[in-house]
């Protein structure tokens, strides 16, 4: 399983999952990490980095720009000339299946005094762009996109004049859409006030904020004063708590399970998966709790215990958002009912989660209702192995996976290449845990 083809995986149960795990580096702190210090002129050197294919889709759009990286004693170094330095660049930006870096860029082309178009695959043509298109040609921006602006390829540039700034609030609560209005705020002619419909991820305004530049928040408000001359920053990215979700929810519900995943990011705005996990009743413990780079992480510690059904809804449901899948395999086998409200977005992920994740728990024999905007998980399965299809989304196919540890006999997964886009070695870990389980 170390080596992957596109020939379907076949997952068996495990017998428990103990000892020690190091997940990967944080996927949204990695892209930051790579993006804020393009945006400083000098060099920076970013541990930790999370080389997977998204953050892989970044860095070549950047390089694009002129921006250089370069491996160096197991760490990324970014060596940028600068904002102002950058150059049109030759062709379209490959943004490949990264929402995050599309969005994100797109912030940054709009402060450039030329255009430059992002496209990429398939499920990314998908996904809506006018979200963040719209609001960067209130600031002035030129922007243009396929199916009337709502779709990539997009096309964004500046103008001459400079942009105005963005004094307003935004449609929903993305911090992919906060973090472009936020890069492009940098360049504006004035203060810029953002307000949110609902908690985002705060990453970027922490490392913005510490690489000088004159951001503030307060609530659901983020003022950004334009100018600030940027310094770039080392960064020691933390362990992706959204990988970590799935090896939580797998010694939650596999008996005798005893886990530590160390060094896990746990800032507020990304900890929904414990709030969740608590609330249905986990043996979860945090550990060594620190900061690191201007993020809290700790030592998540997990035991097996029954779990108990509940009601999601609201803040909870933005701050958990990526893990939903892998909450829902939890769910189905709590005594009692869970129902997921609120959660709308989950249908323009890579693919359509609040279908992809009904479907893949009633093919291994849960009951479950599809909701417009959610889920209700009847709790009390038996999971029983059957055929899974990850319908191009990573995270689709590991929580598929998690499942397959607790589901009688054989589970077939298709599609689970998927997950090189967020985690590459999960398949490895797997093995790893299975291996231990077996010692």
């Known amino acids: 399983m170390t080596t992957l083809d596109r020939q379907p995986l076949r997952l068996r149960p495990i017998a428990a999952l103990r000892g020690e795990l190091t997940v990967p580096g944080d996927k949204s702190i990695s892209h930051r990490a790579l993006i804020c210090n393009a945006l400083a002129r000098g060099e920076a050197r970013v541990t930790n980095l999370l080389e997977s294919a998204d953050c892989l889709s970044t860095m070549a759009c950047l390089e694009r720009w002129g921006v250089q990286f370069e491996r160096e004693q197991g760490a990324t170094i970014v060596r940028s000339p600068g904002l102002d330095r950058f150059h049109a660049p030759a062709g379209t ?116 904020g510490a690489m000088g530049a004159q951001i503030d928040t307060n609530g659901a408000k983020v003022r950004v004063q334009p100018g600030a001359a940027l310094r770039p920053r080392d960064v020691d990215v933390p362990g992706d708590i959204s990988a970590a979700a799935f090896w939580m929810v797998a010694a939650a519900i596999v008996p005798d399970s005893d886990l530590t995943l160390p060094a896990v990011g746990i800032n507020p705005t990304r900890a929904g998966i414990i709030d969740a996990l608590r609330a249905m009743g986990a043996d979860l413990t945090l550990e060594h709790e620190r900061e690191v780079s201007g993020e809290p992480i700790a030592d998540l510690r997990v035991r097996y215990a029954p779990l108990r059904g509940f009601e999601a809804s609201g803040d909870l449901v933005v701050r958990a958002l990526d893990e939903w899948p892998v909450i829902a395999v939890a769910a189905a086998l709590a005594d009692g009912p869970t129902t997921i409200r609120d959660a709308e977005e989950l249908r323009v992920k890579e693919s359509d989660r609040i279908a992809a994740t009904a479907a893949m728990l009633r093919a291994l024999g849960a009951e479950v209702e599809e909701r417009p905007d959610g889920l209700r998980i009847a709790g009390g399965a038996t999971l029983r192995g059957g055929v899974v299809e990850s319908r191009g989304d990573h995270r689709i196919a590991m929580a598929a996976a998690v499942a397959a540890m607790i589901a009688e006999g054989e589970t077939e997964l298709r599609g689970g290449e998927s997950v090189a886009i967020s985690y590459p070695e999960f398949w490895r870990d797997l093995e790893r845990l299975r291996d231990a389980a077996a010692a």
């Open 93 to 208: 930006l490959d943004c490949g299946n990264s929402g995050t870096t599309m969005r994100l860029l797109a912030g940054i082309a709009a402060t450039l005094p030329f255009s430059s178009t992002l496209d990429g695959d398939d499920s990314l043509r998908r996904r809506p762009m006018d979200r963040v298109l719209e609001p960067l040609a209130q600031m002035g921006a030129a922007t243009d996109g396929a199916d009337g602006g709502r779709l990539a390829p997009i096309v964004v540039g500046g103008q001459p004049e400079g942009l105005r700034p963005f004094r307003g609030r935004l449609s929903v609560a993305s911090g992919q859409l906060k973090s472009a209005l936020i890069f492009a705020a940098l360049r504006a002619t004035a203060e810029s006030n953002i307000e949110e419909v609902g908690p985002s991820r705060d990453h970027t305004e922490r490392m913005l």
